[in-house]
């Protein structure tokens, strides 16, 4: 997961590779300019990602720390995050047995406390179910290794690795209270841990109370260096928050000053160049760069149809019903939108219409797609269903072939045509809110789910249709994708948007080869 803003302040899309490669972030900047902000943003999308966040800072309480995130449960907080002031951590005599690092014992305290939790989320996350137990302390007991895990030379990325980021807030505070000399062993020591695993972080380090020649020290630990600097108005209100990437990959590079604020939930907006004529906001929903003129609302920067669906959602659930509002809370998922072809039809008894859906529900239960991805929402539509899967993109697609082998056998063994099923899907990823429903159950809904089905509506019984940023990503993840999804042209859905179709087809079973009617009758047929 990139940090926040990333694409902005590149003025590109960040790539890849690029995310790979850059794990460390430095963010360096004076006393109250955002560095804090910037850092709870982070959290926060890693928390609504599904995340492990780790904070380490000697300013603050824990109490604080969970208040960086109201509108979070706070059993979710307990069980995905880890607080730590290394200033009141134990120092007790067991330390100085294992400390073999020559550093201040609280600070090794503190790495010994991320060191475990790690390892922790590394034995859950392979469903090892042995207790780990913890020591008040947060040090291993006398059966556990006497020197750290991450000083022994590995470079392996472990299973957490995609799963948990890290903060440290402030390398300069920590001088203020320990040896810099320790501080700089700490920190190096933390981010070659943290490097090695390929876990994403971010420290900050106030350039105005740090010497200049410590601040040079540290900048070497790390990938990309951002900075941050107020420019001040005649009055307040005109002051500016201003960010920028100062070196990238170890590289400087022309990054441009781009213009930052906080939304009515506390979190960052990236506003574009501060230089440009023509202010580039990025879209609360589809985090995207606004290049026509945005509309506002409550502080929120929207492209013009993507506030109309904020507007209507507001209008069914209310204030008390939108549980997560703004750019920071709003989940990226990738959709699966499926309905039955001709279950409408007069004919058809409404008894019938009801085995149908039923028959559709328990097959697609039983697909292991749909039983081994257990971060989504399932949403029923009526005539079928959506499902947005929140972290896994070959999702979609595994269950739509999965579930077209369960349906061809059926149908080969049912009585009458009318105990048969057809069905359509329709896969795309996009943005959603989170909502309550009438009965406070969390569901999802926006733009990404309206637009698998945008996508599922072209299609004709047994197609498979994929929309084009869905479907590249996947042929990029694995060849495998290239032999199924076949590209069948571009097509004009609501206010004006071009979007490119594929097709996820092979001849024997799944998916349906024709180009769709409507497609037809819309669209220029593609010469291969």
Known sequence: ?????????????????????????????????????????????????????????????????????????????????????????????????????NIDNKLFSTLKEVERRFLEIDKDSKNNKEENPRRPDGMETSKDKENLAYIDGSTSKDSYSNNTVLVLDSISHLCTIFDEKDVLRFINLLSLFLKSKGVKSIFTVNNLTLDENIIEKVSTLFDTILEMKMEEGKNAEDSKRMIRIASFTGEKIPSKWVNIHTNGNGRLLFQGPSSSKKVSL??????????????????????????????????????????NIGQSTVLDANFFFIDIVGLSNPLLSVRKQIQKIELLNNLISICPAFRKNTEKKVLATGDGMAIGFISNPEAPLELSIQLHNELRKHNENAFDDDSKLGIRIGLASGSVYIVNDINNNQNIWGPGI?????????????????????????????????????????????????????????????????????????TKKVTF
């Open 1 to 101: 997961m990139p940090i926040p803003g990333i694409d902005v302040l590149l003025g590109r899309k960040i790539s890849k590779k690029e995310i790979e490669d850059n794990n460390l972030f430095l963010l360096i900047g004076p006393r109250a300019v955002g560095k804090t902000t910037y850092c709870k943003t982070f959290l926060a999308e890693s928390l609504a990602n599904n995340k492990h966040v780790f904070y380490i800072s000697s300013n603050i309480m824990l109490k604080q720390f969970r208040n960086f995130f109201p509108n979070v449960k706070s059993d979710t907080i307990l069980s995905k995050s880890l607080f730590v002031n290394p200033f009141l951590k134990e120092d007790t005599d067991d330390l100085n047995i294992h400390n073999k690092l």
């Open 450 to 522: 309206i637009f698998a089905r945008r996508v599922m509506d072209i299609g004709d019984g047994w197609h498979i249709l994929l929309e084009g940023a869905l479907a590249e990503n996947l042929m990029l993840l694995d060849d495998k994708y290239k032999e199924i999804i076949h590209y069948i042209g571009d097509h004009q859905v609501k206010h004006g948007q071009v979007i490119k179709m594929y097709s996820a087809y092979d001849d024997k079973n799944f998916g349906n080869s024709e180009l769709p009617q409507k497609f037809q009758s819309l």
């Open 282 to 323: 990025i879209c609360s929903v589809c985090k995207k760069p606004i290049t026509e003129n945005p509309v506002f609302h409550q502080d929120m920067a929207f492209h013009k149809n993507h506030l109309e669906v904020y507007v209507k959602l507001h209008g069914i659930y209310g204030d008390s019903g939108m549980t």
